[in-house]
């Protein structure tokens, strides 16, 4: 099949519209742009339109997260997404509404139900990072992007699955459920953030936190039809977030359209004398240059260069994935963009570097699990024996294989062999990005190599699961911003399943990928990536 | 201990100091050190002087450790002094209550991450430039991984592969009690690292009631690492001081070794002379004084060449052993099977560390002035070392005494206050010189005073102390008290006393000229009153004897350096003046004569000697006893080679000789003043090749002494680098003299304030009893 891609620059430009599983039929009435209703076209922002319904006082806050949980409890059983919701959501928004009843001013996310993925430390919810190593730990703090969100207004709905410490890509590492897909309960949500994807995806709360470390994010969101943003490392203090490999982890943010993802971006980004390394870069306001879809002109985005990464349309992404990618590519060009093919020959050492360096972290990282000042401890009359047997009770797996390679990556004689190369390989990477990024405004690739696939399908082939991160650890190598966007459909068995592209830009440009972002979603013709599962709440 | 031969302490033969070239092998050393507490100041703990006892290994160390050398090197931990943690905003202060002081950061709660204190840094650049390190402008921290309960987050946070700095020195004089010689010792590095918690033990044993206190968990620490440069306890010991003295005037730390502010780990192996290869080597912990480290290490010395010399070497392994104090010995904590591999990595959380050039600079200008550059200061004004040691020191020693000398006070004068009455105070106040209430000013207006002849030294004395307790200046208690008073009624007094004394007076023409100190006494006497208006040395010009002149001249050069050098320290001169004062009285109510004896004593400029004066004269002589002061010479001894170097060479004398000769004139005047009815007598002998202690019974008997005075030192230190010589093995000089003199020989250590004698006699506190006695009678025959 593949061969059928040899020469996808001339199947950018020839490749007919119907190819491509864009719906033609049904455009978006841009009228509904700001509708007072939830009821809304997808692609329109939720957050604005609960701000206008809040401030022209039509719904109360109360209401509004009425109908949130109200959903939440009706899918939750089949999806699992929450490890724990929130038993204050209810009493915030009230206070929202007294304080808009006052005519007091409200934060930029007032009423907004954000659900945080479970690893992110909240001070009123339990935090266990989906381990049995944290199971009941209560933080005695909130982690700087969930108080940020507080301070704008936001309401933590509840705390999301996701995959133990954030290892692993299916959301079936959790230490306590399987969060399914919505678009196919039979089918993962893609992980580490499945549970925050799903979230935002089922309409469960209206954006979400996530982490991403080798794209825990993006691949998610690209599973699940919904945005993802991988900021630039350094942009979101990482305090509060359970470390995982320090210096890959990013918090990224999920939204059901551009606008949210930027809004929830703004709201926890900046300096953070907690982490030292926060970057004191200002944080623009990313939606503010957004444009309405009435006012684009033809060619909204002429002149823009936009790379498509070679190696990542080739052999082992599915056809149907990289058609997808291609057609959006496609509708670049269309909005006026330059689409060429770019070559990053150190992208697939990517992989590799990444384990290595992932696990040597992580191996550092969960030492503080000892058991001895939280999580479970085991009862052993000897030291070892109560570290050994706490750890081994505490840790699943997946994280039990990880802290292996890593304790060996980082032994003595083979730091150099390891650790130390990766690190090489990881300079190697963000110099060829960096030239990339010189000759181009943004580069685009898919974000994973396949849609979501069954739940157990590749449980105990973890090489092949590795596999499924190639398209994004190289971003995190980097440090560079990423934004998925849902762009198309695959035929699954039952139903189709959405898949998504990424567009990656240079360090701390997340403004231009929002905004490049925002206009490829406006312009995107009849997609509703809405998944049948509450399709019903959202009629087009 | 017979002659102690001081080998002495093998040096880095390319010193580029003269003191490190010294031949000091074939050198003997007599007198030991812990004879005299150190006259130091404030509180004991802050004074890094050493005080090292006498050890029941010594003699067997002394044998054993023939033919080996030591190498020793030390890691340091400082702990910083700054207001909160190394990666938190937590406060911390010794004694805070376990965790209390504690945050997320510092628990290694999950989600939480570590931001440097720019403190730590500021800190690391000041100690780097002070130990003379290069500085790495880019370095960065690592993770150093390992599992024990007192590590919150599994790693400690430390810098591996690049410290901060590294490749320095450090220079320090060791004190000559201790043989002397300048020192320099190479620093490997200076790192950054945070500390770990402590542990507190709740007692059923079981490790999930224990309790961890994170209290001390992310104390920002320097840990110094030296190169293996050391040799003897002592050595280390003094760079372990050396060490604390430049974090204290550098302000980075407090450097308790009590607290654990300041933690040496020791690694001492040892090796035959002449092998190049380094023995295995063993760690020591647990080293909570400069004395534990000395005594430590030269058990530890001792303990491994021991196994050497059994052909037992293969039971040294490299271990970790731990000081115990009680035993005072070393035992084994742990013992290390390979290498641990604490799998380090650089730290993600923290970006790397990055030193601009001008940043360095703007700290290596704000450097204060270091140890070693004050002692070469004070060196230059001509103060002898064992002054420098003690006023370099301690900073704020050293501050009064700078701030003393820049409102024009005599160097000399000035250093003697300080290190005479005013560490005394300051010790029995148990105060800091900052606590007294004496400003720098108000003692150099004193010194003047006394050098313009305003005021007697006695007179200075009380103002001094009054000045000490209540703060004032000294114009204003001079007219407070009204001390100066005139010449004239001085005058009328001294005629009066000759007019009332006719009969001493004929035999003072006769030539009994030490009646001078009689008529003194009588002058001093005259009223109680007049007793503390010592007026101005001119004031008695004019007296026809010029006893009295010669009285008020002695008085006042109580307090000239010149006439009480710093080892004369030991000897408190409050003491001497009350002694004076008492004796005086008795003169003047007895009036009868004792049967004179000879007292002779060994006089070296030692401290141990001094303690020997001082007994001799507190207790061994009385008013018409004739003491002979004998000093037994030997022109190749070290301390008159390093004199050379002391003392700027007067023309025409020979150096070494120019200063003994002024310690022992300086403690015959001593004696005048402190026994003005005395004889005294300065006896030189030269060695002549012979055993010093065989030279002193010879001249003994010469004498017809009937009691032989003489300090006694004894030290493990010496015991291990000197040597045996000859027929005296075994025996020290005093032991020697105890056994084989045929006269009342007293062998004099001084602890305290108390002496401790030994003798011929079983019971020694006989040997106190001729001035209790004296006493005793005296007031018997008031009442």
């Known amino acids: 099949m593949l061969s059928s891609v040899q020469n996808p620059r001339f199947l950018l430009l020839h490749l007919p519209p119907k190819h491509l599983h864009f719906a033609t039929t049904k455009a978006i009435h841009t009228s509904q742009t700001l509708a007072l209703s939830p009821s809304t076209s997808p692609s329109v922002s939720q957050i604005l339109t609960l701000r206008h319904s809040l401030l022209s006082r039509r719904s109360t806050a109360v209401e509004l997260a009425e109908a949130y949980l109200a959903r939440l409890r009706r899918t939750e059983p089949q999806l699992k997404s929450f490890l724990h919701v929130s038993e204050n959501a209810l009493k915030e928004a009230a206070e929202i509404d007294r304080r808009i009843e006052r005519n007091e001013a409200v934060g930029p996310m007032a009423g907004v139900l954000v659900a945080v993925k479970d690893n992110i430390c909240t001070a009123d919810m339990p935090s266990t990072a989906g381990s049995r190593a944290l199971e009941g730990y209560r933080p005695p703090f909130d982690a700087t992007a969930v108080r940020k969100l507080r301070e704008s207004g936001a309401i933590v709905i509840g705390k999301t699955n996701l995959d133990e410490f954030g290892m692993g890509s299916t959301t079936e590492g959790s230490a306590y459920q399987v969060t399914a897909n919505p678009w196919d309960l039979s089918r993962v949500p893609g992980g580490s953030s499945g549970g925050s994807a799903a979230a935002v995806s089922a309409r469960q709360c209206v954006v979400s936190l996530g982490s991403d470390t080798g794209g825990s994010v993006r691949q998610p969101a690209s599973f699940c039809g919904v945005v993802g943003l991988k900021p630039t490392y350094g942009r979101v203090s990482r305090y509060g977030l359970v470390a995982y490999a320090s210096s890959l982890d990013v918090i990224g943010c999920f939204g059901s359209s551009v606008t949210d993802t930027g809004i929830l971006l703004h709201a926890i980004s900046g300096h953070d004398r907690f982490d030292a390394t926060s970057s004191k870069r200002q944080v623009p306001a990313f939606t503010s240059q957004f444009i309405s879809k009435d006012l684009l002109e033809s060619k909204p985005l002429k002149g823009l260069r936009v790379g498509i990464i070679r190696e990542t349309i080739d052999d082992g992404v599915d056809p149907d994935v990289i058609s997808s990618v291609c057609g959006a590519a496609c509708h670049l060009e269309a909005l006026g963009c330059i689409v060429t093919e770019v070559s990053l020959p150190s992208f ?135 934004l998925v966007l849902p762009c198309g459909f695959v035929e699954g068995e039952s139903t189709s399943l959405p898949v998504g592209f990424q567009m990656i830009g240079a360090a701390f440009d997340e403004e231009k990928l929002l905004k490049v972002g925002h206009i490829f979603e406006q312009t995107l013709q009849g997609c509703n990536f809405v998944p049948p599962l509450v399709a019903d709440d959202f009629p087009c | 201990m017979a002659l102690t031969l001081f080998r002495g302490i093998q040096t880095r033969p390319f010193l580029p100091y003269p003191y490190g070239l010294f031949p000091r092998k074939h050198v003997l050393f007599y007198a030991t050190m812990k004879s005299t507490q150190t006259q130091t100041a404030t509180h004991e703990k802050e004074q890094p002087l050493l005080k090292v006892s006498s050890h029941t290994h010594s003699k067997r160390l002394d044998n054993v450790s023939k033919g080996y050398e030591a190498i020793i090197g030390i890691e340091t931990h400082v702990q910083l002094y700054t207001l909160t943690k190394a990666f938190c905003s937590c406060p911390y202060s010794y004694g805070s209550q376990p965790n209390t002081t504690i945050c997320p950061i510092c628990m290694g709660l999950p989600g939480a991450l570590p931001v440097l204190n720019s403190k730590v840094i500021e800190f690391a650049v000041k100690l780097g430039l002070a130990l003379n390190c290069k500085l790495s402008l880019n370095s960065k921290f690592d993770r150093k991984q390992y599992f024990y309960p007192d590590l919150p987050k599994g790693y400690q946070i430390s810098q591996f592969d690049i410290p901060i700095a590294s490749g320095g020195f450090i220079d320090l004089d060791i004190p000559v009690e201790f043989g002397g010689g300048h020192r320099r010792f190479g620093i490997t590095r200076v790192h950054m690292e945070e500390d770990a918690g402590k542990l507190l033990h709740t007692g059923n044993g079981s490790y999930s009631e224990e309790i961890t206190s994170p209290l001390l968990a ?211 106040e148990k105060l800091s010189i900052n606590e007294t209430k004496l400003i720098p000013q108000e003692l150099a207006e004193l010194i003047a005073s006394i050098k313009g002849g305003t005021i007697s030294g006695k007179i200075g004395k009380e103002i001094l102390f009054e000045m000490l307790g209540k703060g004032g200046t000294v114009k204003g208690l001079i007219k407070e008290k009204d001390l100066i008073v005139d010449p004239v009624e001085i005058e009328k007094m001294v005629d009066k006393v000759i007019a009332e004394n006719p009969k001493q007076l004929e035999q003072y023409r006769g030539g009994r000229t030490k009646l001078q100190g009689y008529f003194a006494g009588q002058v001093q006497n005259f009223d109680n009153e007049t007793i503390k208006r010592q007026g101005k040395p001119s004031a008695s010009e004019q007296d026809p004897f010029g006893e009295i002149k010669c009285q008020e001249l002695r008085m006042s050069k109580l307090d000239d350096r010149y006439f009480a050098p710093a080892w004369l320290q030991a000897f408190p001169l409050r003491d001497v003046q009350q002694h004076l004062d008492d004796n005086n009285a008795a003169t003047t109510m007895e009036g009868g004569a004792t049967p004179a004896k000879k007292v002779m004593m060994v006089a070296d400029p030692t401290r141990e000697s001094a303690a020997a004066l001082q007994y001799a004269l507190f207790h061994a002589v009385f008013e018409h006893d004739t003491l002979i002061l004998l000093h037994v010479g030997n022109p190749y001894a070290w301390k008159n080679l390093f004199s050379f170097f002391k003392w700027p060479a007067t023309p025409g004398a020979s150096a070494s000789v120019s200063y003994n000769e002024g310690s022992i004139s300086a403690m015959k005047r001593t004696c005048e003043i402190a026994q003005p009815k005395i004889c005294v007598l300065v006896e030189r002998v030269e060695m002549d090749g012979k055993e010093k202690a065989a030279v002193i019974l010879h001249h003994s008997t010469l004498h017809s002494a009937d009691i032989l005075v003489i300090g006694q030192k004894r030290s493990l230190s010496n015991a291990i680098l000197g040597q045996r010589n000859g027929s005296l093995r075994g025996l020290d000089t005093a032991e020697y003299l105890i056994e084989n003199s045929k006269c009342t020989c007293v062998a004099v250590q001084k602890k305290g304030p108390k002496f401790r004698l030994s003798s011929q006699y079983e019971n020694q506190q006989k040997l106190l009893a001729p001035r209790i006695t004296k006493h005793n009678t005296i007031l018997a025959s008031v009442t």
């Not at chain 2, 491994?304 to 040294?316: A, C, D, F, R, T």
């Not at chain 2, 392994?317 to 104090?325: A, C």
Request: charged fraction near 25%; hydrophobic fraction near 40%; include cysteine.
């Open chain 2, 218 to 428: 992310g104390v920002p620490l320097l840990e110094v690492v030296s190169e293996p440069d050391m040799r003897t306890g002592i050595e280390a010991a003094e760079y372990a001081a050396e060490l604390q003295r430049l974090v204290r005037f550098l302000g980075v730390s407090n450097g308790n070794m009590q607290e654990g502010s300041l933690r040496c780990d020791v690694n001492v192996s040892v090796r035959p002379i002449g092998q190049l290869e380094f023995g295995t080597k063993v760690e020591i912990k647990n080293l909570n004084s400069f004395s534990a480290i000395s005594r430590a290490i030269d058990f530890e010395i001792s303990r491994q060449v021991l196994l050497h010399n059994e052909n037992q070497s293969i039971q040294i392994v490299q271990e970790t052993r731990l000081w115990d104090e009680g035993a005072q010995k070393t035992v084994t904590m742990r013992k290390k099977e390979g290498l641990s591999d604490y799998r380090y990595f650089p730290e993600p959380d923290l970006p790397e560390v990055i030193l601009g050039k001008e940043y360095i600079d703007s700290i290596r200008d704000s450097l204060p002035e270091l140890p070693e550059m004050k002692r070469r200061r004070y060196e230059k004004m001509g103060l002898s070392m064992q002054d420098v040691l003690f006023l370099a020191n301690d900073i704020n020693v050293a501050d009064f005494f700078d701030a003393t000398i820049d409102k024009g006070a005599d160097v000399k004068l000035a250093a003697n206050w300080i290190m005479g009455d005013i560490a005394a105070y300051m010790k029995n």
């Open chain 1, 348 to 482: 697939s050492l990517g992989l590799p570097a990444y384990y290595i360096l992932a696990s040597s972290e992580s191996s550092s990282n969960l030492s503080r699990y000892d058991g001895v000042r939280y999580g479970n401890q085991v009862v052993a009359g000897e030291l070892n024996s109560l570290y050994g047997n706490s750890r081994a009770k505490g840790f699943g797996s997946e994280v039990k294989m990880r802290i292996l390679m890593g304790t060996y990556a980082l032994s003595a004689g083979y730091y150099d062999a390891y650790y130390k190369r990766a690190q090489q390989v990881r300079t190697l990477i963000q110099k060829s990005f960096k030239e990339a990024l010189d000759n181009n405004d943004v580069l685009i690739s898919p974000a994973a190599p396949s849609v979501a696939y069954k739940i157990g399908e590749k449980k105990n082939d973890p090489l092949a699961m590795y596999a499924g991160d190639i398209m994004t650890v190289n971003v995190n190598l980097a440090g560079l911003p990423a």
